[in-house]
């Protein structure tokens, strides 16, 4: 018989760090804030990548930063804008504990999570679908641009002319008009010879 006890510190460090991915998940869950209590009637989830949440402690204590990765291996999460400074003055992303967080926007753009959290799809929001207004006004303005194309192709015609026709006299006449500007100034600052011979 062995005389050690299930619930001892021993066993219980042991099923800390043997535990298969399956339980990490279960161990790594994270509680809501109120807003998301009452909303969805669970006091705790299990945190995933794209979640909000607010650190509780630290240095970096109440601040709400969306997550980066989570870490099963490690039990550790990394989050957006949570960064130290290096002795080579690097900046690296720092490793948190679930238990200095508070969850207080779930990623629900999984289907299968919207459907353990008993939500229907017309109650999602499109942040918490991980849609973000910015994408729209980004397609705007990408199509915007795309309108004055036959301008660009107009003035790239004369250029396959110039290259079609003599292109040596026109690349001629372009360069010299340039330079003799340029002296024109020079030229108009000779006027010292004829003082000479007015003296």
């Given at each position: ?27 790594m ?23 909000t ?15 980066a ?18 002795a ?67 003035k ?22 340039p ?21």
């Open positions: 018989m062995s005389s050690v006890s299930p619930h001892s510190p021993r066993r219980q460090r042991k099923a800390f760090f043997t535990a298969p991915t399956s339980e990490r998940r279960v161990r869950t994270v509680p809501l804030s109120r807003e998301l209590r009452t909303r969805f009637r669970r006091r705790s989830v299990p945190l995933r990548k794209g979640d949440v607010r650190i509780l402690s630290g240095s970096f204590a109440g601040r709400e930063e969306r997550v990765r989570v870490n099963r291996r490690s039990y550790s999460v990394t989050l957006d804008n949570v960064t130290l400074k290096t080579d003055e690097k900046m690296k992303a720092l490793s948190l504990g679930v238990g200095h967080l508070v969850i207080t926007r779930l990623n629900l753009a999984d289907p299968w999570r919207r459907r353990s959290m008993r939500v229907r799809d017309e109650d999602v929001t499109p942040e918490e679908r991980g849609e973000t207004p910015s994408e729209g006004e980004e397609t705007t303005e990408v199509a915007t641009p795309a309108t004055p194309t036959p301008e660009g192709e107009a790239a015609e004369p250029k396959e002319e110039t290259v079609s026709g003599e292109a040596p006299v026109d690349g001629a006449d372009d360069v010299e008009e330079t003799t500007k340029r002296k024109a100034p020079r030229r108009s600052r000779a006027p010292e010879p004829d003082e000479e011979d007015d003296a």
